[in-house]
């Protein structure tokens, strides 16, 4: 019997124990792709096709079928590439001598709305940060300049010092493939960053006295790479959040680049220059964000527009 004849599940069999002893691939990693394969087989059994004489359209019409079940796009995706893995390996065993699922576009992920943060979280982070004993100043600038500007917190934590020098309006930011932007600076976030800097200053005067090198970042500190990590001021949010009475789950470095984005698109900025702020190669990124002020819109309407409530009061 020909691998052509042999029962489908003769083919996923095989196709898993050769992802077993060429890639090492996890149990549970086997179980889906099994799983999904079965489903496959499934499909095309009650039509009297064979994985050996799938077409294009066939495959197509399986996924398809999988979205008018409600699949979600990310278990139609899986099993497209659990698809495309079984007839790559029928290939190469000469089962076949084409791919049909090759050149089929999978759904894509499903893009889940940021998290964000209501101004008055903003602002209760902010006064947490002011208020630290000892690194209140510090902390302070990091916050105000985070949401003042929208930054990613590696463009923060790696701030050149010279950057802050002489007060300026406008903040140059390099970011990813060391292009760089220029952002407003709000007028707290220019307070804030130049009673920091004095203090900072004044610091690295005292250690270079003690014969130590001055620091070229704005946010310098003991790390080998010699500015505050990542990893540092994750934790520092948190502790602002707790201080804050924010919930700590909702609160990342992210979620105030998230916060700055929306509420400057609530406050009427136009998308082009949100983009241009964060630093986003394509709009179709910043434009995530008119999906979270119209989520916020609609809940509005819900909780408070007279009719939503008259239907909430007959249900």
């Not at 042999?6 to 002893?21: C, D, N, R, S, T």
């Not at 709305?113 to 510090?138: C, F, Q, S």
């Not at 946010?219 to 602002?240: C, D, N, Q, V, Y």
């Not at 609609?298 to 008259?310: D, M």
Request: glycine content about 6%.
């Amino acid at each position: 019997m020909t691998a052509v004849t042999q029962p489908m599940m003769h083919w996923v069999q095989a196709f898993l124990e050769a992802q077993a002893a060429e890639l090492d691939a996890a149990t549970n990693t086997q179980l889906a792709y099994a799983s999904d394969l079965r489903d496959f087989a499934g499909w095309l059994d009650p039509k009297g096709l064979h994985f050996a004489d799938v077409t294009q359209d066939q495959v197509e019409g399986y996924l398809i079928d999988c979205d008018a079940q409600g699949l979600s796009r990310s278990t139609r995706a899986r099993r497209l590439s659990a698809i495309k893995q079984l007839y790559r390996f029928a290939f190469e065993e000469g089962w076949r001598n084409d791919n049909p699922a090759i050149q089929i576009k999978g759904p894509g992920k499903e893009k889940s709305l940021p998290k964000t943060l209501t101004l008055d979280e903003v602002n209760r982070l902010i006064d947490a940060a002011a208020g630290h004993p000892k690194d209140g100043a510090r902390n302070a600038c990091l916050m105000q300049l985070l949401y003042a500007t929208g930054m990613r917190v590696s463009e923060l934590v790696t701030l050149p010092v010279a950057a802050a020098r002489g007060e300026p309006a406008m903040l140059l930011i390099r970011g990813k493939g060391g292009k760089e932007r220029l952002v407003p600076l709000s007028p707290p976030a220019k307070v804030a960053m130049s009673e920091w800097l004095k203090i900072r200053d004044a610091a690295e005067d005292a250690a270079r006295a003690k014969g130590k090198p001055n620091s070229k970042f704005l946010f310098p500190s003991h790390s080998k790479a010699g500015h505050l990590t990542r990893h540092r001021f994750f934790g520092l949010i948190k502790e602002f959040a707790v201080t804050a009475g924010v919930s700590p789950d909702k609160v990342t470095p992210h979620t105030l680049r998230h916060a700055f984005a929306t509420h400057l698109l609530e406050g009427g900025a136009d998308l082009r220059a949100i983009q241009t702020m964060l630093g986003h190669a394509d709009v179709a990124t910043t434009e995530i964000y008119t999906h979270v002020v119209d989520a916020r819109l609609t809940a509005l309407v819900q909780e408070h527009h007279p009719l939503a409530k008259k239907d909430r009061e007959t249900e």
